[in-house]
């Protein structure tokens, strides 16, 4: 039985418990009415007063009482409404935040393998221009390097994902666990700005070989 209608149930119960009494009293004062020693009407009348602003009195009690129930119980369940919507609204916005992150690493992630294919074919073509005796000048020294840089970018990039799992359990909103990845991600990005630039140099080295072969080689007259 819920709170609601055990109240119920009980006022009910006083309301005919009332009915009952004063028909037992009503009764009485029609057959005792004449026997001596039996308490006149008037005093009969007076505790049918009585009991009846008693029960009165408790009939509004209990009638205030349901009122405060129903009241605590219905601010009780707007205040658990908006718990669940600010549950809700905070699991949305971690969800926001992490394919946010995701989707940052994912491109980053991208752009490292790009820089890996660049560096595989940069070493390709050096092998061709070594087998060919062409001049490298110091372009292997300057791949390694590159290819260094490239690890270190991916590293950074991994370092993300890292970040934004401490993040979670570090902050407490969505938005100042994205601030605190920020750094992460500008870390990554900076090194794969720095492998690229290697790759650069790189490329630099050999178009400057080339065209230093290109100046010293004879020109054949007919």
């Not at 009991?51 to 129903?70: G, L, M, S, W, Y």
């Not at 070493?123 to 300057?142: P, Q, T, Y």
Request: aromatic share 2%; no cysteine.
């Amino acid at each position: 039985m819920t709170k609601n209608n055990y109240w119920k149930v009980l006022l009910v119960g006083l309301t005919l418990g009332l009915s009952l009494s004063l028909s037992s009293v009503a009764l009485a004062e029609d057959n005792d009415s004449n026997r001596p020693g039996v308490m006149p009407i008037k005093a009969l009348r007076d505790n049918i007063k009585e009991v009846r602003d008693n029960i009165r009195a408790t009939t509004t009690e209990v009638r205030q009482n349901i009122k405060q129930d129903i009241k605590d119980e219905m601010k009780d369940r707007k205040d658990e409404v908006k718990d669940e919507r600010r549950e809700k609204l905070k699991e949305a916005a971690w969800k926001r935040v992490t394919a946010e992150v995701e989707k940052i690493t994912r491109r980053l992630s991208q752009a490292t393998e790009r820089l890996e294919k660049i560096s595989a074919r940069i070493a390709s073509r050096i092998e061709k221009m070594v087998a060919a005796g062409k001049s490298i000048g110091d372009a292997k020294n300057l791949l390694t390097t590159a290819n260094g840089k490239i690890t270190e970018a991916k590293t950074a990039v991994s370092n993300i994902s890292i970040a934004l799992e401490n993040a979670k359990t570090s902050s407490s909103t969505p938005k100042a666990a994205f601030e605190a990845v920020k750094s992460s991600v500008r870390s990554a990005q900076e090194a794969i700005k720095t492998a690229n630039q290697s790759l650069i140099a790189v490329i630099r080295e050999l178009s400057q070989g080339e065209e230093n072969r290109a100046t010293t080689t004879p020109s054949t007259v007919q």
